[in-house]
């Protein structure tokens, strides 16, 4: 569906900016990145919102309600979007319906809901009288969440790779001890993106030698409310006691070496957000195939001098080749300090035409350079 491409004023212009740094807080994940301001008729901005992860309000939900906690009437108002309003019932109400309830004359927003655009809440709110305009900033909003449109595009879960190594990029010590590298910080860090997202995946090596639960635990151990999937993939069998297995029916063999057709296996049950975990030779299939989304490092200040490296051989003998990824300011930023750990994240090199490209936060280096020894 197409709307009337138009100009737009400059309060709807700032509006649109301030809705796009609003959804950088949110978290990457099973759904997009979304922000929403509220403007007044006289281009005032009344309530911004965004988008906190799956399961809870949508952007423009949450700009509405904060508009209510202010206790300001919202009829007539103009509703500026980073993404098309959703039509659909998921785990929250359609957006659309709930911005026809609260009065909202105009909606604009930044880009299509790739999901299916013929469904999509623009329809719906046209049809309901409110007027519609598409195509503000639309590149930087699709900038903005371009590995997520990948993922849905390919039809494939989006995918966040987690290493947690030492300073030279260990991941497990000669004599396979790895637990733990990482500060207690990184664990509660981990354990909480766990809780957040719909499947965990190893590979048998890990499990044979680490016997992992890969549950979801709060930092006095006990279980999180939410449980993601535990993957393991690989030809080898799992055995029958190893701890991944649990007994609550979440645990699943992926008995392939190809990540896309894991990635298949687990979109076919549900999973649209995935943490691939490692070791090694996981962690370097899902590199080299392209097919990672989101990149978070929890580095400690550790020498171990030899070792299991991260990662093994990308097919990269030339420099020319290099994979190039981008820090990522969303969900809580590029670079933090956990601990005595940092914590990197970082989007991936399909991301590279980002609105944040190839600089760290606050330099002003925004370009690769090369140069002389
Ligand atoms: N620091 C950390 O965060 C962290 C996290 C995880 C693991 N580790 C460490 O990593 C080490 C294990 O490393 P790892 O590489 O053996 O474990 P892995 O990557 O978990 O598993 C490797 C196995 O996965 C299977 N596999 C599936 N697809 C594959 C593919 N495309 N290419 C290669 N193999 C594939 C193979 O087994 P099949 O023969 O069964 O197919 C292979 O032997 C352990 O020491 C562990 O402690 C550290």
């Not at 939900?61 to 209510?68: H, L, N, Y």
């Not at 290493?163 to 990029?169: E, G, K, N, Y």
């Not at 490296?309 to 969900?331: K, V």
């Amino acid at each position: 569906m197409s709307f009337v491409d138009t100009s737009y004023t400059a309060a709807e212009s700032e509006a649109m900016d301030a809705a796009l740094t609003a959804a950088l807080a949110g978290p990457r994940g099973a759904n997009p990145l979304v922000g929403a301001v509220i403007l007044s008729p006289d281009g005032e901005q009344l309530a911004t919102g965004y988008h906190r992860g799956a399961g809870t309000a949508h952007a423009e939900a949450d700009a509405i309600s904060e508009a209510r906690k202010k206790g300001i009437d919202i009829v007539g108002t103009t509703m500026v979007v980073t993404l098309e309003p959703c039509n659909h019932v998921g785990r929250t109400g359609p957006c659309a319906q709930a911005i026809i309830a609260a009065g909202i004359a105009k909606v604009i927003y930044a880009v299509d809901d790739p999901h299916d655009p013929a469904a999509g809440g623009a329809r719906t709110l046209s049809a309901a009288g409110v007027e519609v305009i598409s195509g503000l900033e639309g590149e930087k909003a699709l900038d903005l969440n371009r590995d997520w449109f990948d993922a849905v595009a390919a039809k494939r879960p989006f995918v966040t790779l987690h290493i947690a190594q030492t300073l030279d990029s260990r991941i497990a010590a000669v004599d396979g001890t790895s637990q733990w590298i990482s500060c207690p910080e990184s664990l509660a860090d981990n354990h909480g993106l766990r809780g957040l997202i719909d499947a965990i995946l190893v590979g048998t090596g890990t499990v044979l030698v680490d016997d992992p639960r890969l549950t979801a635990r709060t930092p006095d151990g006990e279980l999180s409310a939410h449980q993601p999937i535990r993957a393991v993939m690989g030809l080898r069998d799992v055995p029958q006691d190893a701890a991944v297995r649990g007994n609550d029916g979440r645990f699943v063999h992926l008995p392939t070496r190809d990540p896309a057709e894991a990635l298949g296996m687990l979109f076919e049950k549900g999973v649209r957000h995935l943490m691939v975990e490692g070791g090694s030779s996981i962690l370097s299939t899902f590199l080299a195939a392209d097919l990672v989304d989101e990149l978070i490092v929890y580095l400690a200040p550790t020498l171990l001098g030899s070792g299991t490296p991260a990662l093994n051989d990308l097919g990269i003998t030339t420099l020319a080749d290099a994979q190039h990824w981008s820090w990522d300011e969303a969900g809580g930023g590029a670079v933090r300090i956990l601990g005595n750990d940092l914590r990197l994240h970082l989007r991936s090199p399909r991301g590279a035409a980002s609105i944040i490209k190839n600089s760290i936060p606050g330099s002003e280096a925004a370009e690769y350079v090369t140069g002389g020894h």
